[in-house]
């Protein structure tokens, strides 16, 4: 087990990759927080993670409530002891339209959860991690921190500022431990993904990726165990793609 004697936080783990990391981190002996707004689906996560013999308990926080993040980080400490590891995973896929006619509101609770969510979580997390001996973070942007995408200007603009915000708090406290990456996903099934495109622009999105076909949350919890594991000592303040080519093109 690679995260013995870890604690870790994986936000919007009610669902989908949020989900599947919550499992891996759990499966490689991290006691886990499982935090979502969604309070069904993050104690659904919680007993799927106990019926594996692993260690998790549930934590409702929105993340785009800086209280939340703080609570958070809180029960993390005071339940398991301190904080080693946090994936800064929830997220919204938004309202779709041209920027001319895209609703205000929608592009605010966007960057709310997307952006300002992730930079509220590691305010908190960093500050803990560095009282119990360094840490890792893994942020949770897109193939959409990369490249643009028509009708999502919100999404697109949320996910270059999480590689940015990465990059920035990376060179912060890379000399005291504390490793931060973030991780571009292609279109990936998840209800994200199902809920919001219908069977004709699946399969567009679907040929959009050169393997030829949508990853898997599985595909992407690979590669955020590895990135805040120890085996990844040497790594900070990277983008890495998971994307079944997308971003080669
Ligand atoms: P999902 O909808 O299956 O899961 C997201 C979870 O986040 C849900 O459980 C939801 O309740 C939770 N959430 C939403 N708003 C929240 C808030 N304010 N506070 C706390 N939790 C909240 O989606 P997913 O596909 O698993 O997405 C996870 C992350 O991966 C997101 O950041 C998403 O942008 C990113 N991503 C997804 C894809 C994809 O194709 N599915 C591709 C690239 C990146």
Known sequence: AILENKVAIV????????????????????????????????????????????????FKADTSSIEDNRLLVEKAVQEFGGLHIACNNAGIGGPMGPTADYPIDGWNKVIGINLSGVFYGMHFQVAAMLKSGGGAIVNIASILGAVGTRFSPAYVAAKHGVVGLTKATALEYAS??????????????????????????????????????????????????WLSSDKASFVTGSYYAVDGGYLAQ
């Open 11 to 58: 936000t919007g783990a009610g669902s989908g990759i949020g989900r599947a990391i919550a499992r891996f981190y759990a499966r490689e002996g991290a006691k886990v927080v499982v935090s979502d707004i969604n309070q069904a689906g993050g104690e659904e996560t919680v007993k799927e993670i106990h019926a594996d013999g692993g260690i998790a308990l549930f």
């Open 176 to 225: 005291q431990g504390v490793r931060v990456n973030s991780i571009g996903p292609g279109y990936i099934l998840t209800p994200l993904l199902t809920n919001a495109l219908d069977e004709a622009a699946m399969e567009q999105v679907k040929s959009l990726h050169p393997i030829g076909r949508l990853g898997t949350s599985e595909e992407v919890a690979e590669l955020a165990l």
